[in-house]
Nanobody, 115 residues
C-alpha cells in the first residue's frame, strides 16, 4: 500500500506565503515524478508544478517566479513553497506522484487567499 500524506495549506492574505508538503509512505521502492495540482470551484484540475527524479522541474505559467517545487528523495517528500499568493491561487491542492510505476493522489489541502 502506498499513501501520499499532505500537510500545509490554510488561509492567507494576498501577497503572503504558504508551504505545502507531501510524503509518500508505505511500500515505496521507487518514486519518479512528484508534483502538485490544484482545482478551484467550478474549474478543472490543473497542473501547478512537477519535479522529476533528477530534480528537473516544470511549472504552470501562472505560478512561475512565485512558486518553487523541491524534493527530498531520501524522505520521498515534495515541497511546494508558494510566495506572492494571489486570490486566484485559491483552490484545493493535490499532491500527485508516480510510485512503483503506479499513480497516486493525496487527499487534497485547501489553500485560500483573501484579497
Amino acid at each position: 500500500q502506498v499513501r501520499l500524506v499532505e500537510s500545509g495549506g490554510g488561509l492567507v492574505q494576498a501577497g503572503g506565503s504558504l508551504r505545502l508538503s507531501c510524503t509518500a509512505s508505505g511500500s515505496v521502492w521507487r518514486v519518479t515524478v512528484m508534483g502538485w495540482y490544484r482545482q478551484a470551484p467550478g474549474k478543472q484540475r490543473e497542473l501547478v508544478a512537477i519535479t522529476m527524479s533528477d530534480s528537473s522541474t516544470n511549472y504552470a505559467d501562472s505560478v512561475k517566479g512565485r512558486f518553487t517545487i523541491s524534493r527530498d528523495n531520501t524522505k520521498n517528500t515534495v515541497i511546494l513553497q508558494m510566495n506572492s499568493l494571489k486570490p486566484e491561487d485559491t483552490a484545493v491542492y493535490y499532491c500527485n506522484a508516480i510510485v512503483n510505476l503506479g499513480t497516486y493522489w493525496g487527499q487534497g489541502t485547501q489553500v485560500t487567499v483573501s484579497s
